[in-house]
């Protein structure tokens, strides 16, 4: 069934953006673009349009109490299907990350002589832009070089995008997994186009998910990493790494907390501009 997105539009002073990045990560938005002096935020339509503006009307009256001045304004509108593929392909360009991996859109050609990783979007959110993602792909092709021919689990996988540049970079055997029925489509649909086999993909849940693995990658918002970590740690094997990835600058500490009580041990914190992506590992 198509699905519209509304494209909300934040006009932010500089001494609020980290406060509303963080707010409509907090509301659900999977995609977060920095602009010069706004922040573009995507929801899908569920209906609950007037329930968004509350939120941002209720936090802005927060923050103008607390002095927070100037706030901030916005405005939003509806993109039905055709217009929302036609705003990821206007944003959506190759990009090179790290020293292998090319992202490439599927209507560019793919003209390079790096590892391409092709990505149609379609309605799911991954694309290499953001700041977590790329971060992801920069420790993945890092750990490419100790893990080749070892297990990796992308869990919320989305467009497939790490799970795709792993099998790129020679982890074998891949699965990825993700509870949206349109994102295992999108995973499905761009595995194909990058000719690969050795990806098994999943619907569901962590706890679908059997066995262990030598690597795990988890893109996720920092709420749903606290709820998982113990899921995370029980499906690494001994000496295996994850990627904790997807929290806001500030949200880092609870994380690794949750990740140490779950027997995980923290070895490295990557800060790009106000995103935090954490290496933990299993002894």
């Known amino acids: 069934m ?3 997105y509304y494209e909300f539009t934040v006009r932010v002073p500089d001494e609020s953006r980290d406060a509303i990045i963080y707010k409509l ?3 659900g938005s999977p ?3 920095e602009g010069d002096g706004n922040i573009i935020a995507y929801f899908e339509d569920k209906g609950d349009v007037r329930k968004l503006c509350g939120e941002l009307d209720e936090f802005r009256k927060v923050l103008d109490d607390a002095s927070l001045n100037p706030v901030f304004s916005y405005d939003y509108v509806l993109l039905p299907e055709k217009d929302w593929n036609e705003s990821w392909k206007k944003n959506f360009s190759p990009i090179d990350i790290g020293n292998k991996l090319t992202i490439v859109p ?6 390079t002589d790096r590892l391409p990783v092709i990505i149609d979007p379609g309605q799911v959110f991954g694309t290499g832009h953001h700041e977590s993602t790329r971060t992801c792909l920069i420790l993945i092709e890092r750990f490419s070089e100790d893990f080749e021919e070892k297990s990796f689990l992308d869990i919320g996988t989305g467009t497939g995008i790490l799970a795709i540049a792993a099998a790129r970079l020679g982890f074998s055997p891949v699965t990825a997994i993700d509870n949206d029925p349109m994102s295992v489509e999108a995973c499905l649909f761009n595995v194909e186009l990058n000719c690969l086999k050795d990806i098994v993909i999943k619907k569901g849940e962590i706890t679908d998910v059997e066995g262990t693995f030598d690597f795990i990658s988890a893109n996720l918002l920092a709420e749903t990493l606290l709820q998982i970590a113990q899921e995370i740690a029980s499906r690494l094997g001994p000496g295996g790494s994850a ?5 806001l ?7 690794i907390k949750s990740a140490e009580m779950a027997g995980l041990k923290f070895r490295k914190k990557v800060v790009d ?3 935090v992506s954490l290496v933990v590992e299993r002894p």
């Open 2 to 4: 198509p699905t519209s």
């Open 25 to 27: 990560a907090e509301m």
């Open 31 to 33: 995609g977060l673009y």
């Open 106 to 111: 599927s209507w560019v050609k793919a003209d």
């Open 243 to 247: 990627i904790l990835s997807g929290m």
């Open 249 to 255: 600058v500030g949200q880092e500490d609870e994380v």
């Open 273 to 275: 501009d106000k995103w």
